[in-house]
């Protein structure tokens, strides 16, 4: 149980477009998704937590009108990267908290994505 | 949030028992240790969290010092699957959202 995962797990773009990246837990449900990016040889940066029915709280820096944080249902969360460029490159991960008495997080295995 | 200090890299022996050190020594009482591991390009994978006693499951032994202020990770028979990156991690509550270190770069030598 606890399975988080994301889609696509690769995806290239050309710069200027945006793209959408699905964070979903397929056996529990999850008020609350943090998004995380991680460039290379360098640990996970928190962008934003996600929670459902509610806006965004994006951590400092993170651009939120470039990164937008959709979380519709107890289940899936969305991060679109709008008008995507070069530096936008990088692995995007998401977690879900399992809501209830535990509230362990549980991480997606990422999505890579390349602007072209 | 306390913070934590992990040495950068570390090498192990395959089958040998690995012991990875964390420092958190402005950790308070009501704080978690938690232990995270990152295998190449692929999402964290959550080992281990403590409060105050020992633990154990069947990834790993968790030792925190009985002032807090430090804690270690023990792998007891290492395999090269186990070459990863190791965070640890405190955390007021456990819906905290996590912040990451740098962690530990271990290395699982045949």
């Known amino acids: 149980g606890a399975v988080v995962s994301q889609h696509p797990s690769r995806v290239i773009c050309k710069s200027g477009t945006s793209v959408k990246i699905e964070c979903r837990s397929l056996?529990?449900?999850?008020?609350?998704m943090f998004w995380y990016r991680q460039f290379p040889k360098q640990s996970l940066m928190l962008m934003a937590t996600?929670?459902?029915?509610?806006?965004?709280?994006?951590e400092q820096g993170v651009e939120k009108d470039k990164f937008l944080i959709n979380h519709a249902s107890l289940t899936l969360s969305t991060l679109t990267v709008t008008s995507a460029h070069p530096e936008d490159s990088s692995f995007y991960i998401c977690?879900?908290?399992?809501?209830?008495?535990?509230?362990?997080?549980?991480f997606g295995p990422g999505t890579r994505l390349t602007v072209t | 949030d306390a913070k934590t200090t992990q040495p950068t890299s570390m090498d192990c022996a395959e089958g040998r028992a690995a012991n990875l050190p964390c420092n958190h020594s402005?950790?308070?009482?009501?704080?978690?240790v938690y232990w995270y591991r990152q295998i190449h390009s692929q999402g964290p994978q959550y080992i281990i969290h403590?409060?105050?006693n020992n633990e154990t499951n069947e990834m790993a032994s968790l030792i925190i010092t009985e002032d807090r202020k430090s804690s270690t990770l023990i792998l007891p028979h290492a395999t090269l699957r186990d070459t990863a990156v190791y965070y640890c991690?405190?955390?007021?509550?456990?819906?905290?959202?996590?912040?990451f270190g740098k962690g530990t770069r271990l290395h699982i030598l045949p």
């Open positions: 991690i405190v955390l007021w509550n456990r819906d905290d959202k996590i912040i």
């Open positions: 402005t950790i308070s009482g009501n704080e978690y």
């Open positions: 977690s879900a908290q399992r809501s209830g008495s535990s509230y362990e997080q549980y």
């Open positions: 403590g409060l105050k």
């Open positions: 996600s929670n459902e029915g509610s806006k965004a709280t994006y």
């Open positions: 056996d529990f449900q999850a008020t609350t």
